[in-house]
Antibody, heavy 118, light 111 residues
């Protein structure tokens, strides 16, 4: 069973960069077979796919976030990362890191609330 | 690409069956058998209950079933129980540049 845990600041100032880390345990992080994804949920709203990364480093991002999103991976630490630049209040959300063994999301982190406010 | 359309709320009495619809387009739901469904209790992370239209992950009750017709997928919960009260989201892989589109979400209430 794969376990994921998000970590990072809970408060980010407008125009700054949101940075989150997801630490993965219980899975073969660097042997392939999984895509590692970020999904967010605005307060009281639905789910939004941000993007994903394969252990090799290839990524796919949601174009609605334009070029603000960077997803990277460190296989030596079983971690993957999210950076979202030039944040505004509209980026306030619960951010989940998630694993995908297919075209679905099978294991989820508990989520971390990130608030954008000065 | 817009979110998939779900009813805002569905309710039923214990023991009854309910069905939640998820309407997309020929570019996502209609083109791929890659619809998944997630259950989310308040303050918790979503949980996968159906994948690839009608497959159940290990450990998910067989009271949950999925289907698809054209551009609309459906999740049916039979023998409704109090623990099924939650928000439910569908998700589809799509051929647009947004690879994964989620539904608008449905609140299930057990009366």
């Amino acid at each position: 069973q794969v376990h994921l845990q998000e970590s990072g600041p809970g408060l980010v100032k407008p125009s700054q960069t949101l940075s989150l880390t997801c630490t993965v345990s219980g899975g073969s992080f660097s042997s392939g077979g999984y895509y590692w994804s970020w999904i967010r949920q605005h307060p009281g709203k639905g789910l939004e796919w941000i993007g994903n990364i394969y252990y090799s480093g290839s990524t796919n991002n949601n174009p609605s976030l334009k070029s603000r999103v960077t997803i990277s991976v460190d296989t030596s630490k079983n971690q993957f990362f999210l950076k979202l630049s030039s944040v505004t209040a509209a980026d306030t959300a619960v951010y989940y890191c998630v694993s995908s063994s297919g075209y679905y999301y099978d294991y989820w982190g508990q989520g971390t609330l990130v608030t954008v406010s000065s | 690409q817009s979110a998939l359309t779900q009813p805002a709320s569905v309710s039923g009495s214990p023991g009854q069956s309910i069905t939640i619809s998820c309407t997309g387009t020929s570019s996502d739901v209609g083109s791929y058998n890659l619809v998944s469904w997630y259950q989310q209790h308040p303050g918790k992370a979503p949980k996968l209950v159906i994948y690839e239209v009608n497959k159940r992950p290990s450990g998910v009750s067989n009271r949950f079933s999925g289907s698809k017709s054209g551009n609309t997928a459906s999740l049916t919960i039979s023998g409704l129980q109090a623990e099924d009260e939650a928000d439910y989201y569908c998700c589809s892989y799509g051929e647009s540049n947004i690879l994964y589109v989620f539904g608008t979400g449905t609140k299930v209430t057990v009366l």
